[in-house]
């Protein structure tokens, strides 16, 4: 979100001759695999891109499958969508587990190579009981008729999320499967009333992550903040065509517009 006084944020901008390690999470980490030069505009020069309102829905899903998943946690036992998606888990308890599910703070760990710290909150972890394999658990809400696959272009994010996951959980000693879970709530909206209430299936995906890429972002992330200027745009991102346009619009006779190199 921009600031409110309409200046840069001063707060949180990587300094490249700071010797304090400095903090990358999983959705920055995402933002500079998306695009450098938005990733560098925020974390260096303390330009954020506009905000998005909380998915308060989502959330509340999120907070639910949490509390019950709790439950079964506790009696250490599966949960029966899990048995009835022959997972052969149970929720894992871990003294950190807490932690690592909070958003400010998550899983971390401290890259030395870049002095880094990355982090990440996940939604849950399972277990085998008889291998001592963790799984990283994913919840996602959705309503939709169709089949939910992971196939579609923009769920490629969530499978990088779950990667980032599985690598910060082993660089933190866990003994992580390369199987991870997606727990997909999908809301039905073919209901004749919506009688306060929605409805949901549950299905458990599972995923096979390879964590092989991250070690390497983490490195052009690094490499991308030392940088003394603005890295090139992300090609085919509306929100830079937007601002092309709207900066030539405004400023038609600049010298910059006219050779339609704005950014
Ligand atoms: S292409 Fe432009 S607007 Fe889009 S993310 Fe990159 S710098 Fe930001």
């Known amino acids: 979100m921009l600031p409110k006084n309409g200046y840069q944020r001063k707060r949180n901008l990587f300094d490249p001759k700071s010797p304090q390690p400095f903090r990358l999470s999983r959705s920055r980490l995402e933002n500079f695999l998306g695009c450098p030069r938005c990733f560098y505009l925020d974390r260096r020069l303390g330009v954020e891109p506009p905000g998005i309102p909380a998915f308060t829905l989502n959330s509340a899903v999120d907070a639910l499958l949490k509390t019950e998943f709790d439950l079964y946690r506790r009696q250490k036992k599966p949960h029966p969508i899990m048995e009835q998606f022959g997972v052969k888990a149970i929720p894992f308890i871990h003294p950190q587990l807490d932690e690592w599910r ?137 929100y830079c065509q937007y601002r092309r346009l709207s900066f030539s619009m405004e400023n038609p006779r600049s010298e910059a517009s006219a050779q339609g190199e704005l950014f």
């Open 102 to 238: 909070e958003n400010f703070k998550g899983v971390q760990f401290h890259h030395r190579e870049t002095n880094l710290i990355v982090t990440g909150a996940v939604d849950d972890l399972w277990v085998d009981p008889s291998s001592g394999d963790v799984f990283v658990v994913d919840y996602k809400a959705t309503s939709t008729e169709g089949r939910i696959s992971l196939d579609q272009e923009y769920r490629q994010a969530y499978k990088r999320q779950m990667e980032i996951y599985q690598w910060l959980l082993r660089k933190n000693g866990l003994n992580v499967n390369a199987v991870g879970y997606f727990v997909y709530c999908n809301a039905d909206k073919s209901k004749p009333l919506f009688s306060s209430k929605l409805e949901f299936s549950i299905e458990v995906i599972p995923y096979e992550g390879n964590d092989g890429w991250v070690e390497d972002a983490v490195l052009r992330a690094h490499r991308c903040l030392m940088g003394p200027r603005l890295p090139e745009s992300a090609e085919n991102c509306e």
